[in-house]
């Protein structure tokens, strides 16, 4: 699985679902915040599932919470996806 | 002396449509919202009153009983601002069964791609309290709040804990309601295994070819205040809770008991929790299921409570009309009952053709009738019994004309 994880494929994933939490499409991009997004403890919970699901990344809600913006994620699953 | 709490505020989503005065206008017009056997509230559009987030946050009871709360809020003329502090306003919202659609999404989910895709919102969207912590959030209002949970009386005890709670001195007012949204297949086919639901997929409450009763889904809310506070604030009344009692049969799982003891012993005790007596009744909304048992069993209990005016007074039932709203039916019927008394109407119970030899009441057959009050304020008695032997009765009254 991990071979065929690109930034570009992560980036595309995160922000889809960013907005199917129901944060603001016009909005979401990498250099978003959590809180210019209205993204809270439930979304990253949900955000932190897609994620280990789909890429096998485990990162807690909490350490999502700690990173400052969402490109700051996608970083972090792609170094951790390859 | 306890204090008396009016209702100034009511909002429904019922298989009649969006909005209590729809609701009122639609079954006093002799309309039914019953479509191939369910009573489903096919008008309703959660996206008309919640954002994408908070739609995803919450089951279809949760979504009813919001949109429903909205109503009430701004029926109450609180929509700009709150007459009370926040923690001075409870919120109830009873629920039957919970958030059904939730559960067996995710129990899918599981089954067909484990444990991992189970969603992280499950247990939060299922649990029957999630209605009554969305509405608290949604208005901010910091009261006590939490849900009750008896089955198909889960919303009249919810109006009566809201009427204690006011008349104790926990809460100058309470966001009240009901909710339910459990049409999905397993409850479908539970309810009908048990030989609950009608094969016919007809609600005729008390009339003699009844077979069971019709599921609807839907929500009510009703917007209580301590009396002397509404009218300090100048609001509009719509009518009072005055009485409110709570028994149960000790008897079976799912039957009530056949002489209806604890239903008639209800029905007495919040008659005289309001101070009032029988011939003080105008009319009664029965809980009227249109099951042969609950039917019958109600008939009996109405004339053990009532005594002679059981057979003067207009008795009818909602579910003729939306069918069987379980955990929300006691707080939409109670929407119902207020604005009919307010207009000084008894709604009729539809479908009602053939009388059963034993069920000799008075079911307002023939369509929407005139209550003769003689200028006093109307009073109604709203019936709810729920699996599990529960029986929660509340005495409403109609404003001053």
Redesign the interface.
């Known amino acids: 699985m991990s071979t065929t994880v690109t930034p570009e494929q992560v980036e595309s994933r995160v922000l889809d679902a960013l907005v ?4 603001d499409a016009s909005v979401v991009s990498r250099d978003a915040t959590w809180e210019q997004l ?1 993204v809270d403890s ?2 990253l ?2 955000l932190a ?1 897609v994620v ?2 789909e890429y096998g990344v485990e990162i807690t809600s909490q350490d999502m919470q700690s990173l400052p913006t969402v490109g700051s994620v996608i970083d972090l699953v792609v170094e951790r996806a390859a | 002396m306890k204090p008396a709490v009016a209702i100034t505020g009511v909002g429904a989503i019922t298989p009649l449509g969006v909005g209590a005065r729809t609701l009122h206008e639609r079954w006093t017009a002799g309309r039914g919202g019953i479509v191939d056997g369910l009573g489903r509230a096919t008008e309703f559009d959660p996206t008309e009153v919640m954002s994408v987030k908070e739609a995803r946050r919450a089951d279809r009871g949760t979504q009813l009983a919001v949109a429903a709360s909205d109503e009430a809020i701004r029926d109450a003329g609180w929509e700009d601002e709150k007459p009370y502090a926040p923690d001075r306003i409870g919120t109830l919202i009873g629920t039957g069964i919970g958030g059904i659609t939730t559960l067996v999404t995710n129990q899918d989910l599981l089954r067909e791609h484990g444990p991992s895709k189970v969603s992280a919102l499950g247990i939060p969207l299922l649990m029957p309290n999630a209605p009554a912590g969305a509405v608290s959030m949604r208005h901010g209002l910091t009261g006590p709040s939490f849900g009750t949970v008896s089955a198909c009386s889960a919303g009249a005890h919810a109006i009566g804990t809201a009427l204690r709670m006011i008349q104790y001195g926990e809460a100058d007012a309470v966001v009240v309601g009901g909710t339910e949204a459990a049409l999905v297949e397993i409850a479908v086919a539970s309810f009908g295994a048990l030989e609950a639901t009608s094969p016919t997929g007809i609600s005729r409450p008390f009339d003699a070819r009844r077979d069971g009763f019709v599921m609807g889904e839907g929500a009510g809310v009703l917007v209580l205040e301590r009396a002397d506070l509404a009218r300090e604030r100048g609001a509009r009344v719509l009518g009072e809770v005055a009485g409110y009692a709570a028994t149960s049969d000790a008897h079976h799982l799912t039957a009530p008991h056949p002489d209806g003891e604890g239903a008639a012993r209800a029905i007495r005790l919040a008659l005289a929790d309001a101070g009032l007596e029988p011939e003080d009744v105008d009319y009664v909304n029965a809980h009227g299921t249109s099951t042969p048992l609950n039917d019958r069993v109600e008939t009996v209990a109405l004339k053990t409570a009532l005594g002679d005016r059981a057979r003067e007074v207009p008795v009818s039932s909602t579910k003729s009309a939306i069918g069987h709203l379980l955990g929300a039916a006691g707080a939409v019927e109670a929407v119902a009952t207020v604005l009919a008394l307010r207009d000084r109407v008894a709604p009729p119970t539809l479908n009602y053709e053939e009388p059963d030899p034993e069920l000799d009441l008075d079911y307002v057959s023939e369509g929407t009738r005139p209550l003769d009050v003689d200028g006093r304020d109307p009073v109604a008695i709203s019936n709810s019994f729920g699996f599990g032997g529960h029986n929660a009765v509340i005495v409403l009254k109609g404003a001053s004309a």
Do not use: K, M, P, Y
């Open positions: 199917t939490f129901g944060a209205e439930l979304d919970v949900e599932q280990e699901d």
